[in-house]
């Protein structure tokens, strides 16, 4: 669709010129055409006017060190003054009236003309033709002073490369849920009939990038109606209640367009729960209650269809999500297998690729990667292929942008010590090493220690074979027992340890709290919730809903649980120090090596 932006300047910067082009007409233009209606005569020529009483006024100028003086027909003549004492008598002589009125160098009229009106007009003619440019663009007829408070909605006029729901792969609950709206904008009668209105309000629920900004977009394409998007965050201003008159703005042009669609983007930055705190933010309130306001407003059948798209659903005020208003959710999640998969076959359609690249193996690889990021990871491919001075994009180029993705660029001269190295080598197969030993954990897919970006020595990456909804008990410990593995790895050769497994331990950590805080996966605890969950696409954060006693005890649990593991893994490389070192041995020489090297050796 053609995105049609409205000047991002306010209309200040444009009357700030225009005055300061009046300033310098006044000064230089307006003085130029004045002198222009002056004639200028030698002194001889005004005594000789003079003596044959061709002149009617004079006014000795004794600053400038001129004369002005008008003939009969008052024409305005101007002289140097020169010393000569007669000159009073000589004008006394000839009638001329030397103590009248002040000479005007033009016309009276023509001077007020000149620095009043014509700059007046020129001012209020310039500022209509800026504000009817801007109305224009806008489609709205209610523009305030200096366009502040306007809505800077972007306008995504209808086109026909439009984005279409085949554009948007995967998310195929999402988009039979949104076709409905589809319908209802193609045909409302159908809906009208039977007395059905549409909900007014939808929300999109995901995680960032997974494609909900692409859904509101869709929507409005398979329409083929006008899409207004605005994200949350340019509601709130600097000026209090203008985040309030943008709203108004919004679905005031929004009325005049419709059917269309008003998708409102990151909505929790202005439906934030109001917290009744002395000194909150007003201006949000402001904003929320003006959006509540214009969403009651419309009755549910004139066409304005509002999207809305968060990914902090929890925070948003019930006002917002109470029917009437945004009353249906959309749940956007990061893509499945098949999603992965078809994400990246759509953007890889837009580069040049291998033929034979395997699709699914790369979607495995990439698991828990969102939209964004696949699109992100084919282009990645791609450059890596202009990189590398080929026509099209292999599949290596893919598996290494997902590495690139995951864990940024290749550090080309981190410099290791070869003791360094070592550790890293070691500490990579311990984690391969305990994963392969262990039952139902997911195959080893490639080891590397070659330094990248992100500041990661080395990495194991593991690669589950199909979808995977439900962990087991079991599994949660051996993937902490996984993550447990480098370090223990560490221990058992070198009888030291080192800063390398802070990741792990992390990872560990989290995952072990989980188990005996959110999934009820200790005796005692039972199925008792320690934890409630905030910022579920977010990343996550967990907040303790107990007691500071049982605080400490769920602390303890956690070392012990994770102390088991860590026990267990040792265990496993002890009892495969011979595997251990060989597979070492044989990273550090290679510094990458695939899963399938891996498991030869091992059952070798
Ligand atoms: P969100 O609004 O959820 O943060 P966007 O809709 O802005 O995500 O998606 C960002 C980019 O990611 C899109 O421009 C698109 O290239 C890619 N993308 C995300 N999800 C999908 C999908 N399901 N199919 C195809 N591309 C996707
Ligand atoms: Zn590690």
Known sequence: MN????????MIYYYIIVVLALLLFNAFVTPWIMERQVEEVDYGTFISMTEKKQISR??????????????????????????????????????????????????????AFLTWILPLLIFIGIGQYMSR????????????????????????????????????????????????????????????????????GILLVGPPGTGKTMLAKAVAGEADVPFF??????FVEMFVGMGASKVRDLFQQAKEKAPCIVFIDEIDAIGKKRDGRIGGNDEREQTLNQLLTEMDGFTGNNGVIILAATNRPESLDPALLRPGRFDRRVPVELPDLKGREDILKVHAKKIKVDV???????????????GAELANIVNEAALRAVRDGRKYATQADLEESI??????????????????KLVVAYHEIGHALVAAKQTDSAPVQKITIV????GALGYTMQVDEGNHYLMSKEELENKIATYTGGRA?????????????????????????????QYGMSKDFDMVAMETQTNQYLGGDASLTCSAQTQAEIDQKVVELVRRQHEKAAQILLDNREKLDELSQHLYQKETITGGEFMKILNS
């Open 356 to 370: 034979n690249v395997d699709f699914n193996k790369i979607a495995r690889m990439a698991s828990g990667a969102s």
């Open 229 to 234: 998007s605005m994200s949350g965050s340019e």
């Open 403 to 420: 590495e690139v993705v995951i864990a940024g660029y290749q550090k080309k001269n981190a410099i290791l010590t070869d003791r360094e």
């Open 3 to 10: 995105e049609v932006k409205k000047p991002k300047k306010p």
């Open 133 to 200: 440019k801007l109305m224009e663009k806008a489609g709205g007829k209610n523009s305030m002073a200096f366009g502040m408070g306007k809505s800077n909605a972007k306008i995504y006029v209808k086109s026909s490369e439009g984005i279409k729901f085949s554009d948007v792969a995967g998310e195929d609950e999402a988009k039979e849920n949104l076709a409905e709206i589809v319908d209802y904008l193609h045909n409302p009668g159908k809906y009208k009939e039977i007395g059905a209105s549409m909900p007014k």
């Open 489 to 517: 790895a560490e221990e058992i050769v070198f009888g030291s340890i080192t800063t390398g497994a802070s990741n792990d331990i992390e990872q560990a950590t989290k995952l072990a709290r989980a188990m005996i805080t």
């Open 58 to 111: 004079v006014d000795i100028q004794d600053q400038d060190n001129t004369i002005l003086f008008t003939d009969k027909d008052e024409n305005v003549y101007k002289t140097a003054k020169v010393e000569d004492p007669d000159l009073t008598d000589r004008l006394y002589g000839a009638g001329v009236s030397f103590y009248g009125e002040e000479i005007q160098q033009t016309s009276p009229i023509l001077t």
């Open 451 to 454: 330094p990248r970006t992100s």
